[in-house]
């Protein structure tokens, strides 16, 4: 048996904004995507047995054929012709319903690992629209790093690297549809919305103020009108000295990028607060790269995390 184990990384949007509505009902995306390291780990295992076993250690997340990863490795084995069984094991850290891409960059996460299985059944070009058939953050994981997504976030362009800043994020509670969030976009009149021009120009300069300047969320209106908490998260994180605050994707999660870790820390023990209301703080910082190869292994042991029957 062959097994493989990757550490699968978060995003957060730098900028988002709706620009059009398709035929389809999807909605077309101008957002600059940043990876940052809180991960989950993806293992996988190429088994004798024909199939797709995949159990998680949240007990939330499906282990069928709705859950992301699952499909991934059902779609890769199918270009590939391959009729080999495998195991999946997700050790869930990322939280889901966040606005984060947990199931998204479990699903490159997998791709990942399969390409390393599998080298050279599915090419670079294949890999990257199986990703995009499976969700529309799948590509901008498979790749990672520092991204303007446009499309409906799967046309990928390159941006300079942000650095290494740590990041601050606040996970609310509750959640959010996104389906809803989209419907009370198109619903309202007015909206903020980042100017890409001028973001684009202070990323390439590493110029933060710019960035704070012309960046925004076009979702956070619909958000911050059902629960105005958040944007008191957001104004309690740009008091606490955060060079960027802004909701990531289609929330609930609100996020700080911060100069360094005593400012990072000075903005936690100011939010601490939430914990007793039932958020989650996260602490994480920006990467280059979507997954990590952790390593490879001839057995493969169930971890003892999962505690499950396989």
Known sequence: MRSVEYEAYAKVNLTLDVVGKRPDGYHELITVMQSISLSDRIMVEVQDQPGIRLVCSAPAVPTDTRNTAWRAAERFLEKAGIKAGLQ???????????????GSTDAAGVLTALDWLYPGKVDRRELFALAAGIGADVPFCLAGGTILCTGIGDILSPQPFVGTWPVLLVKAPFGLSTPDMFRRFDQEKTHARPDHDHFLK??????????????????????????????????QMAKSGALLAQMSGSGPTMYG??????????????????????????????????????????????????????
């Open 88 to 102: 999946i094991v997700i050790d869930k850290h990322i939280p889901i319903t966040a606005g984060l891409a947990g």
């Open 202 to 235: 202070a990323l390439s300069m590493t110029d933060w103020p710019g960035m704070a300047a012309s960046a925004g969320n076009a979702l956070e209106a619909a958000a911050f009108g059902l629960h105005p908490e958040l944007a008191g998260i957001k104004d």
């Open 257 to 310: 990028v911060f100069a360094d870790k005593a400012s990072l820390k000075f903005a936690k023990e100011t939010l601490s607060v939430l914990v007793g209301l039932g958020f989650s703080l996260f602490e994480a910082e920006t990467l280059s790269n979507g997954q990590a190869f952790l390593g490879s292994y001839e057995a493969f042991e169930l971890p003892d995390f999962l505690n499950l029957p396989l």
